[in-house]
Every structure is written in C-alpha cells, then in structure tokens.
C-alpha cells in the first residue's frame, strides 16, 4: 500500500515562499528515490527535483536552480521542498514521485507511484 502525500501549498506573492513536503506510506522498496513534479494547466508536467538513493546527488530542474532547494530523508519516507522567489511561472500543482530505484530520472515513465498533488499559485 504505497501511499505518496504532499502538503504545503497555496497562494503567495511573487518572491514569497513556501514549503512543501511529502510524506510516503508503504515504503516502496528496500531500495528507491523520491522526485519533485509539477504541472501547470496546459502545460506537459515538469521535473523540478529529485534526490538518489545514496543521498550524494540531488538534481533541480533549469528553472527552478538557484531558489529551489530539495531536502528530507528517504529512510524516514520524507521529501521537503524550500521554493524561494517564487515566480507566478512557479504556479501548478506539485508532486511528489516514488521510484523503485536508486537514481533520479527526469522522465515522467520512469516513476512508479505519484501522490494526488498540492496546488500552488503565485498571484498578486
């Protein structure tokens, strides 16, 4: 019963913050890696982070570097995102990820489960 949950969004300004998290149930397997999507209305859904088993790469997508920043533990089952300098292209739904692996992969394929999503708008 692999459950994936996000939480922490909602509506900020521009150059706000936000903090998401996500929390899994039903560990995956002995071996696995947890990601950051998101997809905004129109729009194909979109890496955002994504850290590998062994903890020594975590990976950002091209536009969110430099105001993202990943973190948590996956013995623990956990996947925070610190979003800084939130932009309204930032707005979408995120979501968290679960692969049944030890690398991160920016496809959307390659993932195994996929929680229900947290909305974020950045409006003023």
């Not at 129109?42 to 969110?64: C, L, M, P, T």
Request: glycine content about 12%; aromatic content about 12%.
């Amino acid at each position: 019963q692999v459950q994936l949950v996000e939480s922490g969004g909602g509506l900020v300004q521009p150059g706000g913050s936000l903090r998401l998290s996500c929390v899994v149930s039903g560990r995956p397997s002995t071996t696995y890696t947890l990601a950051w999507f998101r997809q905004a209305p129109g729009k194909d859904r979109e890496f955002v982070a994504g850290r590998s088993w062994s903890g020594h790469n975590i990976y950002y997508g091209e536009s969110v570097k430099g105001r993202f920043y990943g973190s948590g533990d996956i013995a623990k089952n956990t996947l925070v995102l610190q979003m800084d300098a939130l932009k309204a292209m930032d707005s979408a739904v995120y979501y968290c990820a679960a692969a049944r692996s030890a690398v991160v992969d920016t496809t959307i394929s390659y993932w195994d489960y996929w929680g229900q999503g947290t909305q974020v708008t950045v409006s003023s």
